[in-house]
Antibody, heavy 124, light 107 residues
Framework: QLQLQESGPGLVKPSETLSLTCTVS??????????WGWIRQPPGKGLEWIGS???????YYNPSLKSRVTISVDTSKNQFSLKLSSVTAADTAVYYC????????????????WGQGTLVTVSS | DIQMTQSPSSLSASVGDRVTITCRAS??????LNWYQQKPGKAPKLLIY???SLQSGVPSRFSGSGSGTDFTLTISSLQPEDFATYYC?????????FGPGTKVDIK
């Protein structure tokens, strides 16, 4: 059974960089069928897709966050990571990593396996 | 960006009720529409993809329909474990967006 687990600091100071890692177990991050994504959810609010990465390193990001986001992959560790720079209180959220199925021609584009989420608070 | 709206934002229903949630896209998204269920403190769970395809393991009381800009999620007979928040998500654009959610609680 595929499992994803987020890890990283739960508290980040304003203007600093938020860094999280997602460890994938029970399957290979190098599978040609999948991208790997980050989604966040501010407390009491809705879901926002941040960006996704392919095992080759190809990425695409939410345009509203693109200038501050970097997603990278380490296939040797079966991990992918998120960096969000210049954070403010508005970046306080539960951050989820997820497997991103992207089979465009068959309409199968969705997030099917999710981590449990990790709360990151931006505060001094 | 493609904007997604949902209605209602919340509803109260009883066990056994038929529940319908609507999702609307700001432009045509063909059938690139997914539905998720989220319970408090948990990650979202995929229910429906491609507007009407049931994800493996999801009970058949859940169904989806629609194409273009208007979509619906129907729960044919609400069960106690279905009280949750439901989100639609468009995957037509590479910049995926979610609807604001519909909270289903107990009447």
């Amino acid at each position: 059974q595929l499992q994803l687990q987020e890890s990283g600091p739960g508290l980040v100071k304003p203007s600093e960089t938020l860094s999280l890692t997602c460890t994938v177990s029970g399957g290979s991050i190098s599978s040609s069928s999948y991208y790997w994504g980050w989604i966040r959810q501010p407390p009491g609010k809705g879901l926002e897709w941040i960006g996704s990465i392919y095992y080759s390193g190809s990425t695409y990001y939410n345009p509203s966050l693109k200038s501050r986001v970097t997603i990278s992959v380490d296939t040797s560790k079966n991990q992918f990571s998120l960096k969000l720079s210049s954070v403010t209180a508005a970046d306080t959220a539960v951050y989820y990593c997820a497997r991103h199925v992207r089979e465009v021609l068959t309409l199968r584009i969705f997030f099917d396996y999710w981590g449990q989420g990790t709360l990151v608070t931006v505060s001094s | 960006d493609i904007q997604m709206t949902q209605s209602p934002s919340s509803l109260s229903a009883s066990v056994g009720d038929r529940v319908t949630i609507t999702c609307r896209a700001s432009q045509s998204i063909s059938s690139y529409l997914n539905w998720y269920q989220q319970k408090p403190g948990k990650a979202p769970k995929l229910l429906i993809y491609a507007a009407s395809s049931l994800q493996s393991g999801v009970p058949s009381r859940f169904s989806g329909s629609g194409s273009g800009t208007d979509f619906t999620l129907t729960i044919s007979s609400l069960q106690p474990e279905d009280f949750a928040t439901y989100y639609c998500q468009q995957s037509y654009s590479t910049s995926s967006t979610f609807g604001p959610g519909t909270k289903v609680d107990i009447k």
